[in-house]
């Protein structure tokens, strides 16, 4: 579905290009958020922890109904207006040689 993702910018800590990516909701429901991202430009892959940017905080609102249920209310993100990465390390592919 269109809003299964949302679209944020991030800057390649291989090349620092800015680039595009789209974060799954579904991640940034979970307790760590963080996504593996590919630069389009130099096609290195960097981790961008999106935890840091999390809102933890506890709206109080008034209601006759019941409280909902911890797992249904997901973070709130104020994201910046680029997320920095941190490269990851590939491994070779070779460590399975017989």
């Known amino acids: 579905m269109a809003n299964?993702?949302?679209?944020?910018d991030f800057d390649c800590a291989h090349c620092e290009e800015r680039f595009g990516y789209p974060i799954?909701?579904?991640?940034l429901a979970s307790e760590s958020a963080e996504i593996i991202v590919s630069c389009p430009f130099c096609g290195g892959q960097s981790l961008a922890d999106l935890t840091p940017?999390?809102?933890?905080?506890?709206?109080?609102l008034m209601g006759d109904g019941e409280a909902p249920a911890p797992e249904a209310?997901?973070?709130?993100?104020?994201?910046?207006?680029?997320?920095p990465t941190t490269p990851v390390e590939q491994s070779d592919g070779d460590s399975d040689d017989k």
């Open 53 to 60: 940017w999390a809102d933890k905080s506890s709206e109080v």
């Open 24 to 27: 799954p909701i579904s991640l």
């Open 4 to 8: 299964d993702f949302i679209r944020r």
């Open 73 to 83: 209310i997901g973070n709130r993100y104020h994201f910046p207006e680029r997320i």
